[in-house]
């Protein structure tokens, strides 16, 4: 008797294969929502106060609930333990007036030579067991005109290219020094700048989490883990103008990162670096679909960073309609200096280009070369294959086609 394999039970199996190769050393699962300490319907005004109140109140291991209407806030601080509820439906907005953001120097909403003038929308400063929750949105307004302005965040963001400066823009999410922080289920969009950073946390799950923002909106990367550990990004769509997901560690070191089952849309790549300063190590990226990406995988330094990226691994990844699908560059922008970078023991397996593109792997010198590991990888026969300064063990077979992705990341 002929045994079928219905295509569901494939799934299930490849989803534990991706668990077995996660580099996050915790058992993630699926969160649970927190139950709701109380529930907020929006007044139409300003609800700044009644939703940070709100969260101060709260019985830690609970949430605040936004249940009904369109909320319009300025900047909000989740304490330890507590978490926001964004309920289906409901929108909660930034505020769009700069002074509301300042840290002290009035530079937010302006341009200048640092970029780091606003606090953001959204904060979790040494927190433990903290997160956003719900189907329903946040929303920057990065696309709305300033309050006494007659400039959005994001063209004050084209103006800061233009003049070669950095636009002080707040994050929509930023979490510092903080332990066991949840994302689930909720979208975001419209960041001004980041999306969403995670600054020296320890234990950070986003599950779900769809992120939103035009392919021109700059710096608007989706997720990123910076001098972080134990992180797991799972089952996420992300389009951005920037990096979809991008690890960094100019702090801290940032290690056992799990990137598991997404689709990454427009946006910059799957990249870590350029600030690897400290290093970025034991991270695995399995069931990622990269459509319509500038560039795929990317492994970026120079000798002004530096950094040592070791152990990382690569697994049933699907690349189509990106203009670079992988890059490894240990000379990114040939910043100078002395710290030169290391690449090395990073393994791509079970990886296609359906659609032709620039693959590029470049080494720092003859002794500082890139070191990869390459096992079942298919390739656009049109693809142009740079390999300069790069030990590669393995060989890309030209022989992908095709216009789907099948099950790699979510469709």
Known sequence: MKRIIRLENVIAILAII??????????????????????????????????????????????????????????????????????????????????????????????????????????MLGAKGSGIYGNG??????????????????????????????ENNPQLVQINNSMDIT???????????????????????????????PATARNTDGVDPIGSQNVTIAHCYIATGDD?????????????????????????????????????????????TLSGSKIGLHIKSNAFR????????????????????????????????DRIPVFRNITFSNVYVLTKGRIMMQGFSETDQVEVTLKNVHINKNCTVTEHLAKVTGSLIPDATGTKCGYSGNQ
Request: charged share 15%.
């Open 18 to 123: 991706h668990i077995g190769l996660a580099r996050d050393l915790r058992n993630v699962t699926e969160p649970k929502t927190p139950e709701a300490c109380v529930s907020l319907k929006a007044s139409n005004g300003d609800d700044t106060n009644a939703i940070q109140k709100a969260l101060e109140s709260c019985t830690k291991g609970k949430a605040v609930a936004l249940s009904s209407g369109i909320f319009y806030s300025g900047p909000l601080t989740i304490p330890s333990g507590v978490s926001l509820l964004v309920e289906k439906g409901v929108t909660l907005k930034a505020l769009t007036n700069p002074a509301l953001y300042d840290l002290g120097a009035n530079t937010c909403g302006t341009v200048n030579e640092y970029g780091v003038g606003c606090k953001a929308f959204i904060t």
């Open 137 to 166: 949105t946040i929303d920057g307004q990065a696309n709305v005109t300033m309050t006494g302005k007659n400039i959005s965040w994001w063209g004050l963001s084209k103006v800061a290219l233009h003049e070669n400066k950095f």
């Open 183 to 213: 994302l689930y289920q909720i979208t975001l969009i419209n960041s001004p700048f980041y999306t969403v950073a995670a600054y020296e946390t320890n234990g950070f799950t986003v599950w779900g989490v769809t992120i939103l923002a």
């Open 244 to 288: 979809n997901v991008s690890i960094k560690s100019q702090t801290a070191t940032s290690s056992h990162i799990s990137v598991l089952n997404n689709h990454f849309g427009h946006g910059n790549a799957m990249a870590i670096g350029s600030e690897v300063d400290y290093g970025a190590s034991d991270v695995t990226v399995s069931g990622l």
């Open 306 to 337: 530096g950094g040592h990226v070791t152990n990382i691994f690569y697994d049933n990844v699907c690349i189509i309609d990106v203009i670079t699908p992988i890059a490894l560059d240990m000379r990114s922008t040939n910043l100078a200096g």
